[in-house]
């Protein structure tokens, strides 16, 4: 039998566990103050995650989805696109999203249940947090149709979970930016654990990456606690997508430190043991020890930068904790851009329950 | 001027709306070089393009998903679903991202895409091919659903669907595709969404329906005439939102109320009219509100369809059983 077509999945890391540099630097790495930054942005996101979940333990916030431990792979995909580039979420990539522009007080006014959260700053061309599953891949690509057919060299990035690229969604994504050559890049950051169930159950395939083998797109696996490795990788398949010459699947190999949300306890179903040697491969301490090493960091500077962190997310808390919800008519004001007859009734009805005069 | 069927009159404005507007974009399964499968869209890649009429993989998830992607980034996708029956795996966009995609972003993104998709039972097509699914839309709030019933309504409705801001179900009677013909100007002038049509004014009885069964609807009424019974009949069109104020002018005239529809009965638009006509117009009716529907059981195999399908005896049956109350 003959061979009619091969493949290999290539696997890229840069920086290791240990923060020793294990194979060629990318350009932009080659200047501190880029790594520096990349650390910072970081440990903002880190700083700001931490303070999240206390809000919720603390009552102050609902249910909330931690970034803890996805901060390289959140980070990298945010510097490496460009503010007419389309972000497509799920609902834990704060990550890029602070690098975009979004303000975390958005992010907590999401997870308090009000829907100005998704109203957010940055981009306004991107798409909100996508809870059920994979279906922004889709979106994602359907911008990228849509750039394509306007002959705009922007692209489309849409991030999925391990879990959520075992969905139908997912694979029409991948499908459909192979059969239509767009711009699009779907980012699986792999985190191990799609709630209780381990990325092993989730398929037989020996790479999340090489899925996008089926679609015909550029499929690469990338250490996603890695951050230079990481933009390395988005650099690329942003740069071969807006050149129109396709998609890239990324697999971003990282691992979820936290729970899955405030709502879910991981130690019913997930070794100590595991998350203990998840920890030695975080994304910051590597970064920290090579800065350290390049003698551009050190625990002054780190004491110092997360106190100025501490001070910007609390402004940005007392910004979300002083904000009001907005009134019941809220619900039907933005439901159609022309409210029909019968919404018309029904806020009316609902502004007389408060007692309220309608107009 | 050519008078067309309610299938021309679709392509019709399908060609006017991409001739007027640069942001749409036709696409979905064999819509292309082929012309769809019930020619929907033929002659339109040949003379507008690829880039306006765009084939899509074999994927109704796909289709939807990318519609969705497409309108938040300002474009006007009118995509199709090439059978009602194919339409449910495209439900998760419409229901769970274009519906509310302005709502949950308070306005600052919004979905301006048209789903169409042929409706309905009774041209003898293979199983899947021959459903009305219109209740399980209309019940999702941020949708409008419209179903013209004549070739005229049906370019004046899309006209208006695709020129709206917000996402559009667009089912078309499949049975009425090629029932008649009429002259259609093709003027782009749109009908509004959010009324019904009276196509005939009458005392007696209100017998209220929607696509292909306007045909049977109207046929009743005509054999109530030479009884001397007058019947008005009303042409839902949208049944999202739904006006019913026009229906309750008219059974305040009548007293009584006849709803015919071809989806199965229980939770039906028929319902929600019966429902509304309890709650606000109960001292006006003088007799119990009649449902003639599809029953509760999957639409068969087409040898049994036409005893599925409300037929023009028991629209009259309907209407005789109001008629004998005072």
């Given at each position: 039998m003959k061979t009619v077509a091969s493949f290999t999945i290539g696997y890229r890391q840069v920086l290791d566990q240990d923060g020793r540099i294990v194979d060629a630097l990318p350009e932009f790495a080659r200047d501190p103050a880029v790594l520096v930054d990349l650390y910072q942005r970081m440990s903002f996101t880190r700083v700001f995650d931490g303070k999240a979940v206390a809000l919720q333990r603390t009552g102050k916030l609902g249910t909330?989805?931690?970034?803890?431990?996805?901060?390289?792979?959140?980070?990298?995909i945010g510097v490496a696109m460009k503010p007419e580039d389309v972000f497509c979420p799920m609902y834990r990539e704060y990550g890029v999203q602070f690098v975009r522009g979004v303000k975390p007080r958005h992010v907590l006014l999401y997870w308090c249940g009000d829907e100005r959260g998704n109203d957010f700053t940055g981009p306004k061309h991107d798409l909100p947090w996508c809870v059920p599953i994979a279906t922004q891949c889709l979106h994602a690509a359907g911008a990228a149709l849509a750039f394509k057919l306007r002959h705009e060299p922007r692209v489309a990035v849409s991030v999925v979970g391990d879990?959520?690229?075992?969905?139908?969604?997912?694979?029409?994504?991948?499908n459909s930016a192979g059969a239509y050559t767009l711009p699009y890049i779907g980012v699986i950051v792999n985190n191990q654990w799609a709630i209780s169930v381990p990325r092993s159950a989730q398929t037989g395939a020996e790479t999340l990456a090489q899925k996008g083998l089926a679609g015909g797109l550029r499929c690469v696996q990338v250490d996603g606690n890695d951050v230079i490795a990481m933009l390395a990788v988005m650099q690329e398949a942003i740069a071969h997508a807006r050149r129109g010459e396709g998609g890239t699947v990324v697999e971003a190999v990282t691992y979820r430190l936290s729970d899955h949300t405030t709502a879910d306890d991981a130690r019913r179903y997930r070794p100590d043991d595991e998350v203990k040697q998840a920890w030695d491969r975080e994304p910051l301490k590597r970064l920290r020890r090579y800065l350290e090493a390049l003698g551009v960091w050190d625990e002054a500077k780190e004491q110092a930068w997360k106190e100025q962190c501490g001070r910007e997310v609390d402004i940005e808390v007392n910004a979300y904790l002083e904000t009001k919800s907005q009134p019941i008519e809220s619900i039907f004001d933005y439901l159609y851009a022309e409210a029909p007859h019968d919404i018309a009734a029904q806020r009316a009805q609902a502004i007389a329950l408060e007692g309220r005069p309608h107009g | 001027m050519a008078e067309i069927t309610l299938i021309e009159a679709v392509t019709q404005a399908l060609a006017y709306e991409i001739a007027h507007d640069p942001s749409v974009v036709v696409l979905g399964e064999d819509v292309g070089v082929n012309g769809g499968v019930f020619r929907a869209t033929a002659g339109?890649?040949?003379?507008?393009?690829?880039?306006?009429?765009?084939?899509t993989p074999l994927d109704e998830t796909a289709i939807a998903g990318l519609a969705v992607g497409m309108a938040f980034q300002g474009m006007k996708p009118v995509a199709e679903a090439q059978f009602d029956g194919f339409i449910y795996p495209m439900m998760d966009h419409i229901i769970c991202h274009a519906a509310r995609m302005r709502s949950?972003?308070?306005?600052r993104l919004h979905c301006p895409m048209v789903l169409r998709a042929?409706?309905?039972?009774?041209?003898?097509a293979p199983e899947h091919h021959s459903e009305?699914?219109?209740?399980?839309?209309?019940?999702?709030?941020?949708?409008?659903?419209?179903?013209?019933?004549?070739?005229?309504?049906?370019?004046?409705?899309?006209?208006?669907?695709?020129?709206?801001?917000?996402?559009?179900?667009?089912?078309?009677?499949?049975?009425?595709?090629?029932?008649?013909?009429?002259?259609?100007?093709d003027d782009g002038e749109a009908l509004p969404l959010d009324v019904c049509f009276v196509l005939r004014d009458g005392s007696d009885v209100t017998l209220v329906t929607w696509g292909a069964h306007?045909?049977?609807t109207l046929e009743a009424a005509d054999a109530l005439a030479k009884e001397g019974i007058y019947a008005e009949v009303i042409d839902v069109a949208t049944v999202k939102p739904l006006d019913f104020d026009t229906i309750h002018e008219s059974v305040q005239k009548t007293g009584r109320c006849v709803i015919v529809h071809e989806a199965a009965r229980t939770g039906g638009i028929g319902a929600e009219i019966a429902a509304q006509l309890a709650e606000k117009a109960m001292f006006d009716l003088v007799a119990p509100v009649e449902r003639v529907t599809g029953y509760d059981t999957p639409m068969p195999l087409f040898r049994l369809e036409?005893?599925?399908?409300p037929s023009v005896e028991r629209i009259l049956a309907a209407a005789k059983r109001t008629l004998a109350y005072r």
């Open positions: 909330y989805a931690s970034s803890l431990g996805h901060e390289a792979a959140h980070i990298a879990g959520g690229s075992s969905k139908t969604d997912f694979y029409a994504a991948i | 339109l890649h040949a003379r507008f393009g690829s880039e306006r009429v765009l084939d949950r972003t308070r306005g042929p409706w309905g039972g009774g041209i003898r009305a699914p219109e209740a399980l839309f209309a019940h999702i709030p941020g949708l409008r659903v419209v179903i013209p019933s004549s070739p005229a309504r049906a370019y004046g409705l899309l006209l208006a669907a695709i020129r709206d801001p917000d996402p559009v179900i667009f089912f078309e009677p499949k049975r009425i595709y090629r029932q008649y013909k009429e002259e259609v100007p306007v045909k049977e036409m005893k599925y399908l």
